[in-house]
């Protein structure tokens, strides 16, 4: 496999059906007659769980369309999709927790024209499970009206209508994507980042599956350290003003890592807006000027606050994940069961608390852990759901 479908791990299949769009595609563009007309439709919808590579199948398949090889990767018009700079492909990657009803209006009205450059108008919405009811109506609208030349790829967690509505579903043809194997992922780190093989094992097992999960691990020694630290939790849990102390150390350290991941760009984009309305100029209409834009400097600050309350969730979720990854290796250790351990460095440890709970207790821990993540999606503050999360971590 070669060209801009290789960035996809483990995902044959997906291969397959996305190679035969392009060219089917290509064949429209070209005014020949389609050999094969269901191969290539007007809406896409890719699902599959955290790291399986949605976004990335997406982006291939919005390159494999502009490109005229289908999908070469090595073109101008592969290249340029793939970075985010092709002017007829539009992405729509939220940066706070929903996707408004105007920014999904404004997008649809510049979809609907014809290919300014490339050969079809691509609307790609990553998390298209955060639309807003609003936005998803603006949306479905969109699709069942579709142009002769526009195409909507949208990418959610499942099928579910908690992430996309049973009318856009409906509308769109699905691509499923399974969690890539440890060895397919490891494979990559030590292909395309010269990761060595022992490194990269380990990497890939702890990743469960998520390539950009793993990536982190290999290279980034603060992320090893954050994953230490969550799989310490578990010993600390003593008692309950140990729990609360354990939650507020959790969330702490995820808000740190949000603040680090967005300060400088919060910086870069406040300083780019001042300089654009005006702030240091010298002329009679300076003071005034930056005096009437505080407005959209709220605006500004709104949407940097609403990004940092996602990062922050994202970075909590992803510890979440890691001391799930533990209590499940807890459980498999307690019933025997014929599966490799998530955090093998580790194994000792679960092991040794598999030996003191009864599978039973195991499983409600593993519970705690997945209801607190989805009491989080519901809005309850993280603070709440992670402290009632440690409670019953510690009680069993």
């Not at 018009?77 to 793939?82: D, G, I, N, Q, S």
């Not at 097992?205 to 939790?233: E, F, M």
């Not at 702490?252 to 984009?269: F, G, H, I, K, N």
């Not at 607190?372 to 019953?392: F, G, H, Q």
Request: hydrophobic share 45%; with cysteine; net charge neutral.
């Amino acid at each position: 496999m070669s060209g801009v479908f290789e960035a996809l791990v483990g995902q044959p299949d997906a291969v397959t059906t996305l190679s035969a769009a392009a060219r089917a595609a290509g064949e429209v563009v070209r005014g020949a007659v389609v050999s094969d007309p269901a191969a290539m439709t007007h809406a896409w919808l890719f699902t599959g769980p955290a790291g399986s590579g949605r976004s990335v199948a997406a982006r291939a398949l919005a390159a494999a369309l502009q490109c005229e090889f289908g999908g070469c990767g090595e073109c101008q018009a592969c290249h340029t999709t793939l970075v985010g700079t092709h002017p007829d492909v539009r992405f729509v990657v939220p940066e706070g927790l929903t996707i408004g009803v105007q920014e999904m209006r404004a997008l649809v009205l510049r979809a609907q024209g014809a290919p300014s450059l490339g050969r079809w108008q691509v609307l790609l919405v990553e998390d298209a499970d955060r639309l807003t009811e609003q936005a998803g109506n603006a949306l479905l609208k969109a699709i069942e009206e579709p142009p002769p030349r526009t195409v909507f790829l949208l990418c959610t967690p499942s099928t579910h209508p908690d992430d996309v509505s049973v009318t856009i579903r409906s509308r769109c043809r699905l691509i499923t994507l399974r969690q890539p194997s440890a060895d397919a992922v490891a494979a990559v780190l030590m292909q395309r980042d010269g990761t060595d093989p022992q490194r990269a094992g380990w990497a890939a097992a702890a990743a469960q599956g998520h390539v950009g999960r793993a990536r982190r691990l290999a290279n980034d020694p603060q992320a090893r350290s954050r994953r230490d630290a969550v799989l310490a939790i578990p010993r600390k849990l003593t008692g309950i003003g140990a729990c609360f102390e354990a939650a507020s150390a959790l969330i702490e350290a995820a808000e740190a890592e949000a603040a680090a991941t967005v300060s400088e760009l919060d910086a870069t984009e406040r300083t780019e807006l001042e300089t654009a309305l005006g702030a240091g100029g010298t002329g009679k209409g300076a003071a005034g000027a930056v005096r009437g834009a505080a407005g959209v400097l709220r605006d500004l600050e709104r949407k940097q606050k609403s990004r940092a309350t996602r990062v922050q969730r994202d970075s909590l979720d992803r510890a979440l994940i890691d001391l799930a990854g533990f209590y499940r290796d807890a459980l498999a250790r307690r019933i025997n069961a014929p599966v490799t351990p998530v955090h093998g460095d580790v194994a000792d440890v679960s092991a040794s608390a598999a030996q003191r709970w009864t599978p039973e207790s195991a499983l409600r821990r593993l519970e705690a852990i997945l209801a607190c993540r989805e009491a989080i999606e519901l809005n309850v503050k993280p603070k709440i759901a992670v402290e009632a999360m440690m409670l019953s971590l510690w009680r069993g």
